[in-house]
């Protein structure tokens, strides 16, 4: 563990010398949300202040705020293309006869960025944070926390397993780019971050509940703002945790076989 640790440490200073750009981004990311208040605000505002589907404004409000910190702490920023960018450009051969595992090197990475791009959004976010203030509320129940905490590792276990695997297929194709793309359409749209799934259609709701997107946002921030419960909840963890299980599988797999057909080029 020492020397993954160690990794962490230098993924930290690396990254303190992009702050401003991930302040930038921080900020820049913030825009979308802002964006999509005021449309939701509009359409409340047309129906008379009328709640859709058991969720009035103010939840709606703090339904985009606490998917933006979750996002913030769980979600990777182009860690698919330094991956794929190791593999195509023959960087990766340098890591092979290195004492570590690369699939922790990354990890390890991947934690650190997260910690530095939450460090950096506190200012952003805590201001938009007091702007809605009077929409904030949370949990009372110290289980609810544990439990939104649990989720939130695994969230971030399963986008980094996944992203992760669509790096490998770098080892078959120079650009991944349209797969990447592709799957990113899916997962912005089935993981919550336009509108609560909730307010799906009831049939397909019952298939995104079997969906990993669903628990790569959606699912931690409903924990927290308690809308799932009881058995529900017990069900969610556990679809939740076998998706970590068969991404973390999927990426051991696809790495094994690709090492297999590496061939350097470029490095």
Known sequence: MGKYLAIFNLGL?????????????AVSGLIPMIGGLYLWGALFHARGGV??????????????????LAESLVTPVEDEWQIAGDIRD?????????????????????????????????????????IYRADLRVPHDAITW????????????????????????????LEISTIVFIVYSFEYFLSGRIF????????????????????????????FMERVQGPALARGLVIQLLWVVVAFGGARLLWA???????????
Not at 51 to 68: A, H, P, Q, T
Not at 91 to 116: E, K, T, V
Not at 257 to 266: K, S
């Open 13 to 25: 200073q690396n990254t303190v010398v992009y702050r401003w750009n991930f302040l930038f981004r």
């Open 51 to 68: 709640d859709i589907e058991g969720w009035d404004f103010s939840g709606m409000v703090r339904y985009f705020l606490y998917v933006m």
């Open 90 to 130: 023959g960087r990766l051969s340098s890591f092979l006869i290195r004492p570590f595992d690369y699939m922790l090197y990354r990890l390890s990475l991947f934690g650190s960025g997260r910690l530095m791009y939450t460090a950096v959004a506190i200012l952003p976010s805590a201001l938009l944070l007091w």
């Open 146 to 173: 544990w439990l939104t905490a649990g989720s939130l590792v695994l969230a971030a276990l399963l986008q980094f397993f996944v992203s992760y695997a669509l790096a490998m297929i770098a080892f078959w194709l």
């Open 196 to 223: 609560p799934l909730d307010l799906l259609p009831p049939y397909v709701r019952q298939v995104t509940e079997w969906l990993p997107f669903t628990y790569e946002l959606y699912f931690p921030v409903a924990i």
């Open 257 to 267: 076989r690709g090492v297999r057909r590496y061939q350097a080029v470029g490095g």
